[in-house]
């Protein structure tokens, strides 16, 4: 399935070893399962239907692969020399998520073949 739209959200280009232009973004998954956590204690291990912004990987403009467990943004202290640069590194993150808002939901059962 090819992506209308979506080349506005990737944030990093590259190529697989076969010459295929590899890209990756921030999008709207729609995820499947049953919930983990004492947060959730009223659907606990119930099957259940959620949106997550996640990583979503591309080849030639086709979803392959998105980031199974999401987690918080961050930046590695030792990848920028000051505070402000970090700020600004969270601040480019959260921008690209709030990008992927503007972009059709990606379904993890219908748009990632295994």
Do not use: C, N
């Amino acid at each position: 399935m090819r992506i209308v739209g979506a080349e506005e959200a990737l944030a990093r280009v590259g190529y697989d070893a076969e010459g295929r232009r590899t890209t990756w973004g921030h999008r709207v998954v729609r995820r499947y399962g049953k919930v983990k956590g004492k947060h959730m204690q009223k659907v606990l291990g119930k099957e259940q239907v959620w949106l997550e912004i996640t990583e979503v990987h591309y080849k030639d403009g086709v979803p392959e692969a998105f980031a199974i467990e999401m987690k918080t943004p961050m930046v590695p202290h030792d990848e920028h020399d000051t505070d402000e640069e970090r700020i600004a590194s969270l601040r480019w993150t959260l921008d690209k998520m709030l990008e992927a808002l503007r972009h059709p939901i990606l379904d993890e059962r219908k748009d990632f073949v295994e």
